[in-house]
């Protein structure tokens, strides 16, 4: 949750996405069939807010994680319609992969 200066200001709107639900005690072969799902339900939920569900803004605030796709459709629709992008980095997302998929998969460097 914001803090209530966030919440509070006038100039911020807050304007969440939707999340997917995720298998909780499924094996681990089961994420690779789901992560790709998810993504791509992420990348139409973000373009869809970013681009026609909210008026368009003059920044665009991410926090990161999570980065993929996060970031890199951020980038695209803040040059889109001219918003400044501005990231809050927490570089968490190779952690959480590194849990899940192991460090030295290959879609965990890519999360650096």
């Given at each position: ?5 966030v ?10 996405v ?16 789901y ?10 939920a ?12 003059r ?8 980065a993929?796709?996060?970031?890199l ?40």
């Open positions: 949750k914001p803090m209530n200066e919440l509070s200001a006038p100039g911020i709107a807050l304007h969440h939707r999340v997917l639900p995720q298998p909780t005690s499924a094996p681990k072969a089961l994420f690779y069939i992560a790709p799902f998810k993504v791509l339900y992420q990348i139409c973000l373009f869809w807010v970013l681009l026609a569900g909210i008026q368009r803004p920044y665009i605030l991410v926090q990161n994680p999570p993929i796709p996060t970031l459709v951020a980038q695209i629709c803040a040059f889109m319609i001219g918003a400044r992008l501005i990231i809050d980095w927490h570089n968490y997302g190779h952690t959480i992969l590194a849990l899940k998929l192991g460090p030295a998969h290959p879609v965990v460097s890519l999360a650096t």
